[in-house]
């Protein structure tokens, strides 16, 4: 298993502004994930993100938007850029391991 | 594209009841297949999986599901719920290489 780490777990923030979520993993994973969840509704894939190479994002997701780093095999981060209210969300930060995804515990964002 | 399809979005039970929960995915190739529970203010746990072998697939707090290749299914079942199963439930699929939630199934137990 894996233990998943991300700072801050929740958070207030204003319009316009822009917020950068970090997520630690205790053992050196290839592929980590970032999901959304929107309130009341499922988990939404961002992007992957490798080591070594740049994010792939989902459909409707840009790296504009949501910029992610992947600088070593047990870190990321994502940051949220120029958020809305509808950035209002959980997001959180998964990693494979024996073909299972474990999570941490996510990141709550809200925008005023 | 690949999706994942709940049936239910919220279902209510009372305690002892028998459950099912309905999971439909759309991937042509080979999948790895997941059951998620969320309880209130948690994180996302994983319930059991499927890879391969015997399509009837156990996994803790006596769920299991069964993975039905000709349906494109797999559901959820448990035969006796209890008031602490109360949780949101998602169905996954691991569709190359990426795992793709389904719209989650609200489970409330009545005691």
């Known amino acids: 298993s894996a233990v998943i780490s991300q700072k801050p777990s929740r958070d207030i923030c204003q319009r316009g502004t822009s917020l950068t979520i970090q997520c630690q993993v205790d053992?050196?994973?290839?592929?980590m994930f970032w999901y959304r969840q929107q309130p009341g509704q499922s988990l939404t894939l961002i992007a992957t993100?490798?080591?070594?190479?740049?994010?792939?994002?989902e459909s409707g997701f840009v790296i504009d938007k949501f910029p992610i780093s992947r600088p070593n095999l047990t870190f990321s981060t994502l940051t949220v850029s120029n958020m809305s209210p509808e950035d209002s969300s959980i997001y959180l930060c998964?990693?494979?391991?024996?073909?299972?995804?474990?999570f941490g515990e996510g990141s709550r964002l809200t925008v005023l | 594209a690949q999706s994942v399809s709940q049936h239910n979005h919220h279902v209510i039970l009372s305690e002892a009841a028998s459950l099912e929960l309905g999971c439909n995915y759309s991937?042509?190739?080979?999948?790895?297949l997941f059951w998620y529970v969320q309880y209130p203010g948690q994180h996302l746990q994983l319930l059991l999986k499927?890879?391969?072998?015997?399509?009837l697939v156990k996994g803790i707090k006596g769920f299991e599901a069964e993975f039905i290749k000709s349906k494109f299914s797999f559901n959820l079942r448990k035969p006796s719920v209890q008031w602490s199963d109360t949780a949101e439930y998602f169905c996954a699929v691991n569709a190359g290489g990426k795992l793709i939630f389904g719209q989650g199934t609200e489970l409330s137990v009545k005691p």
């Open positions: 053992s050196q994973v290839t592929m």
């Open positions: 499927y890879f391969s072998g015997d399509p």
């Open positions: 998964s990693v494979l391991g024996a073909g299972e995804l474990f």
């Open positions: 993100a490798n080591q070594g190479s740049e994010a792939t994002y």
């Open positions: 991937y042509g190739g080979t999948v790895n």
